[in-house]
């Protein structure tokens, strides 16, 4: 059904974000409003204040995409929107607005989860270049999911026109994006952290100070009969490198220099890569840099064991730290030694958008799975 146009709606977190996607592989448009400047002053993201952006936002983001799209309220075949895992309130946001949307216009709604759609968007990329129309990816497909909530494993198979899931890994703690954040902030470096440690890390030497990776040996007493529960697990950990962090600043006595680039920064209005530049000294350049490095070695190692030890055919890497460099780098050079093929999104589909919810909901809308009206938001909703 080529000519199906599904308007996606994305309020999971902190951004609020509208798309059109025809046929599950074509980007019609793709709106993104950021409430990064809500959330800066306080180093992260504050949940009642996402929730009041997201109010304010929704109806001029949505009626953009519409329009960016040459489309209306009418002309669109169906919505979708996230259910979860979120923030419940900034959840209760999309969802309320899609379903008296699909209640008036009496279109079909489809409910997604947003980590399905972060594995969709590297789907929906690859079918827009045309690279899976006549080499679909081979299964079993590995997924890292790695973002600000979220760092997970799963085992991708194909089942009919959707792919079913299990969970193989999991952070325990912090996520690595959470860790990225943290650590910027923990440095004066503002919030979101992933992007400017991104920069940073390539003027340090990753090698001036040793992080030791994270060594799970005990089971999670959470994880209660997921269906890889007989299988190997690969879960991660993160917060264990954020105090190490924490303690180097502490010995090294960093903390006034940091006060004083935190003021600094804080009295420019949009801080240029030279500015943190020049308000960094090498020291912190190379613990920022040795700081990446270990992170971006600890998701690399666990990804390829795990795609080892149950022999997948295809790796796929998505979510705002897949925007990341070094990790790019790392896994498509690692992945070319072991002969895996690895696919990331573009990194404007990395970070949250509602272009991936669009396209998850397509085998969805093909094999009719529509969301009855009183269905709401899972805040901790599973993938399987
Ligand atoms: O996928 P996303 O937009 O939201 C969630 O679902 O969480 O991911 C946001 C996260 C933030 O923690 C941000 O610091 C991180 O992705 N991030 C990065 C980069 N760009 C964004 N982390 C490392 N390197 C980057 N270039
Ligand atoms: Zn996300």
Same mark, same amino acid.
Request: with cysteine.
């Given at each position: ?7 996606? *709606? ?80 900034? #959840? ?8 008296? #949307? ?21 789907? #929906? ?42 969970? *193989? ?82 010995? &090294?006595?960093?903390?006034?220099? *940091? ?40 998701? #690399? ?6 795609? &080892? ?20 780098? &790392?896994?498509?050079? $690692? ?11 573009? &990194? ?9 919810? $669009? ?22 909703? $599973?993938?399987?």
């Amino acid at each position: 059904m080529p000519n199906v146009h599904i308007l996606g *709606i994305e309020s999971s977190c902190d951004e609020t974000a509208a798309a059109v996607v025809g046929a599950g592989e074509r980007i019609v448009s793709n709106v993104v409003f950021s409430q990064i400047v809500t959330h800066q002053p306080f180093g992260g993201v504050v949940p009642e204040l996402a929730s009041r952006e997201h109010l304010r936002a929704i109806v001029p983001v949505v009626r953009k995409a519409l329009a960016e799209a040459g489309q209306t309220y009418q002309s669109i075949d169906a919505l979708a929107v996230t259910q979860g895992p979120g923030l419940a309130g900034a #959840l209760l946001v999309g969802i309320s607005y899609a379903k008296a #949307l699909a209640f008036a216009l009496d279109k079909p709604l489809i409910a997604v989860n947003h980590l399905e759609g972060h594995i969709h968007a590297v789907l #929906l990329e690859e079918r827009q270049k045309g690279s899976f129309s006549d080499h679909p990816p081979n299964f079993p497909v590995l997924a890292l999911v790695v973002s600000g909530g979220h760092t997970h494993l799963y085992l991708a198979q194909q089942s009919g026109e959707s792919w079913a899931y299990c969970n *193989i890994g999991h952070t325990r703690d912090d996520a690595a994006g959470e860790a990225f954040d943290k650590v910027a902030k923990v440095l004066g470096l503002g919030y979101p952290g992933g992007p400017i440690i991104d920069k940073l890390a390539r003027h340090g030497d990753a090698g001036a100070v040793k992080f030791p990776l994270s060594q799970i040996k005990h089971r999670d007493r959470n994880e209660k009969g997921t269906p890889g529960q007989n299988g190997r697990r690969f879960d991660f950990s993160y917060s264990g490198i954020k105090t190490a962090v924490l303690r180097y600043v502490e010995t &090294r006595r960093l903390r006034d220099s *940091i006060a004083a680039r935190q003021a600094a920064l804080s009295a420019i209005a949009k801080p240029g890569l030279e500015d943190y530049l020049a308000l960094c000294d090498n020291e912190t350049l190379d613990l920022v840099a040795s700081f990446q490095r270990a992170m971006v070695e600890d998701l #690399l190692a666990k990804t390829l064991a795990a795609a &080892r030890e149950y022999e997948v055919a295809t790796l796929f890497v998505t979510g705002g730290v897949a925007a990341n460099n070094q990790l790019r780098e &790392r896994f498509e050079s $690692a992945g070319a030694n072991d002969g895996l093929p690895v696919y990331f999104p573009s &990194r404007p589909l990395s970070t949250d958008n509602a272009a991936m919810i $669009a396209a998850a909901a397509y085998p969805k809308f093909l094999a009719q799975q529509f969301a009855a009206m009183d269905f709401s938001a899972e805040a901790g909703m $599973a993938l399987r």
